[in-house]
């Protein structure tokens, strides 16, 4: 168990909707990444929060948006889903925005139909 | 990020010592080697990192060539558990100005064999 728990567990949708997906990060770590697992993408990098803020950002779509709360936990938005963005999602925490020993959470799976 | 190479697969037989090789020809001084696996669909775990001298910890060994231009991953005694995805990461040294973001490979697949 790393500590890092997404909710949920699996999502099934439709497309053209939109999902919340939510993670909390260990407690302490201050930083949040999340990470996309396609079968034909493999692992790719999203998008990184550190302490509330945006720090970085990878192949993340314009209809995907995220944001870290007050209390450090992480909400990653997906709408106007397509079949593609079938998928699992992972999230990730640290302590430091720099640290490359990050925990992954046991990952939310969405189906898009 | 220098671009790591890995075998896509990988056999071994339970008990005996998996020897994951990684090639990270164009590393630069400051970047580390990370390791990572994934077992089956749950998220990835980290394993051990280096920047030159060989590392190891509880779950493995890592020994870095000489020359830092290859590396290999050493499970000592392989288990059926340790079937997994392995990957090798090339990263830059830790510091403020940086961030977290790792680019996972494809990655090793390791089957233990009973």
């Known amino acids: 168990d790393s500590g890092v728990t997404q909710t949920p567990k699996h999502l099934i949708t439709a497309t053209g909707q939109r999902v919340t997906l939510r993670c909390s990060p260990r407690?302490?770590?201050?930083?949040v990444y999340w990470y996309q697992q396609s079968l034909d993408q493999g692992l790719q990098f999203l998008i990184q929060y550190y302490n509330g803020e945006e720090r970085a950002k990878g192949n993340i779509l314009e209809r995907f948006s995220a944001q870290q709360f007050p209390d450090l936990h992480s909400e990653l938005n997906l709408s106007s889903l397509e079949l593609g963005d079938s998928a699992l999602y992972f999230c990730?925490?640290?302590?430091?925005?720099?640290?490359?020993?990050?925990?992954f959470g046991p990952g939310t799976r969405l189906t898009v139909l | 990020d220098a671009k790591t190479t890995q075998p896509t697969s990988m056999d071994c037989a339970e008990g005996r010592a998996a020897n994951l090789p990684c090639n990270h020809s164009t590393i630069s001084g400051n970047e580390y080697v990370y390791w990572y696996r994934q077992i089956h669909s749950q998220g990835p775990q980290y394993i051990i990192h280096?920047?030159?001298n060989n590392e190891t910890n509880e779950m493995a060994s890592l020994i870095i060539t000489e020359d830092r231009k290859s590396s290999t991953l050493i499970l000592p005694h392989a288990t059926l558990r340790d079937t997994a995805v392995y990957y090798c990461i090339v990263r830059v040294a830790e510091g403020s100005s940086n961030t977290g973001k790792l680019i996972f490979g494809q990655g090793t697949t390791l089957q233990v064999k009973p």
């Open positions: 280096g920047l030159k």
């Open positions: 407690s302490g770590d201050l930083s």
């Open positions: 990730a925490s640290s302590l430091r925005s720099w640290d490359n020993e990050q925990f």
